[in-house]
DNA sequence: TATTGTTATACTCTATAACTATA
DNA sequence: TATAGTTATAGAGTATAACAATA
């Protein structure tokens, strides 16, 4: 009949029990999980539209949307860039990095449930593990 | 200024780029990844709609949404139960079990370019840490 | 009364295509 | 010509609220 992979399979299930708990730490302050992102990364940071889209993996137009709503709610500015008139550069408001502080607080708190049963140590093995595997 | 959390942010990234590859996967098959985890749910299964729905973490409404789409495709099939007249079962069509089956060597083929850098003994080692800690 | 599922509605996310402005 | 970004449009995903049928 099957066979499934088991590393796919760990893999995938936490992947979507991560993004599931981001998700509602997202809905906890009246954000979406894409919006969560954009706040993240954007965190102390000045970023090109473009530059955004190509870390999210997602068209321009998707980009342009979902900073238009962040913006909307006073979350992020978007500034013409200095060095080329035709790109332009978003960054978090005061606002917007308050929020993302308190979100980094919740995710955290978050994400430590969900590695619940390990112990300290195998945490550390975990972060070096995904460190290795982000390293690429 | 910021004191980011190592471990989340790992562990952020990794689900990220794991939706992000499962995502493309799902694309290639003309599907989204909601489908592609209804799919990946459903092999050799047979499932009531609120129990697929609790497991995706998803509202009633979102699912049938959902089932329908997959339906039109023909990818899977309802059918009433029969110890409850009130659920609804849902289960794959030979034509969705064939899509499952393309997709999962799609899927692991992507997750091991993801684990690009780890080593055999690393991989087997993640698989560990992933696995207690879905164990909760 | 509680549970199962659907439908109606609204909003977010996303992509494609067409457009403007700048390089 | 190529790049940066927006707008228009359409489809998918999601939640809330209201509903019908069954337990």
Known sequence: MTKPDPLLDALAQVAFKTTTALTEVAGDVGLTLPQLRVLGILRGRRVRMSDLAAYLALEKSSLSGLVDRAEGRGLVKRERSEADARAIEVF???????????????????????????????????????AKALSD
């Not at 308190?102 to 195998?122: C, F, K, N, T, Y």
């Open 92 to 130: 978090l408001t005061d606002r917007g990095e308050a929020l993302a502080r308190a979100i980094e607080h919740r995710a955290a708190s978050a994400v430590d449930d969900l590695l619940g049963p390990l112990s300290q140590a195998e945490r550390d093995a975990l972060l070096g593990l995904l």
